[in-house]
């Protein structure tokens, strides 16, 4: 096995959990299935991080920090805030389209750390992790179009948490991308009334 940088074989084992979670699920996912799928040994593993409760945080950050570069990277100022949003959201949006299998362990971990004794503060962690990258996509779209929110960014944050992640899961149920669409339109039309004033 050729010698890796922390940083890097970290990363790989953050990738290799993340495709045998998809997979497999959260709870039947072992600390020596993710060594097979990363190709390493146990002792790489346990060098890297200190319990699977911690390759989980890795994880959840990681999932969330690539959602929210990319659509960080997709906020372009559109000709009004509304094409802003809505550009924004769709970025977001073909992500679930493209990769469903990501988004259902999302829901998979938050469960798992939820029902985990010990584990409860790695779903606050995660929720958390949504409305900071909320927030810091409300910023930008508000930066990009100069304009200072009717109610603050906190609360435009958690609603557009909640909203975008009550939208992931119905579309992972029920599968109707129409009904997606509708409801990202509605989504964009109510944070615009509530950016806007």
Request: aromatic fraction near 6%; charged fraction near 20%; charge should be negative.
């Amino acid at each position: 096995m050729a010698r890796m940088p922390s940083a890097e074989r970290r990363r790989q084992l953050v990738e290799a959990a993340i495709r045998a979670m998809t997979r497999d699920g959260v709870a039947k996912t072992t600390t020596r299935s993710i060594c097979a799928e990363a190709g390493v040994s146990l002792s790489v593993f346990h060098y890297c991080f200190d319990s699977k409760q911690a390759l989980l945080e890795a994880a959840i950050e990681t999932i969330t920090g690539n959602y929210v570069t990319r659509v960080m990277s997709a906020v372009e100022p559109g000709a009004t805030l509304r094409e802003t949003v809505r550009g924004a959201l769709q970025t977001y949006w073909d992500h679930v389209t493209a990769h469903p299998g990501e988004h259902m362990l999302t829901y998979d971990i938050t469960q798992y750390a939820l029902r985990e004794p010990g584990f409860e503060h790695l779903a606050r962690a995660q929720y958390e992790q949504y409305v900071a990258s909320a927030a810091a996509l409300v910023e930008q779209v508000r930066g990009a179009r100069g304009l200072e929110p009717r109610v603050p960014v906190e609360v435009l944050a958690r609603y557009l948490a909640a909203a975008i992640d009550g939208l992931t899961l119905q579309f992972l149920v029920l599968g109707d991308g129409r009904a997606a669409a509708d409801h990202l339109n509605l989504t964009a039309d109510q944070l615009v009334r509530l950016i806007e004033g």
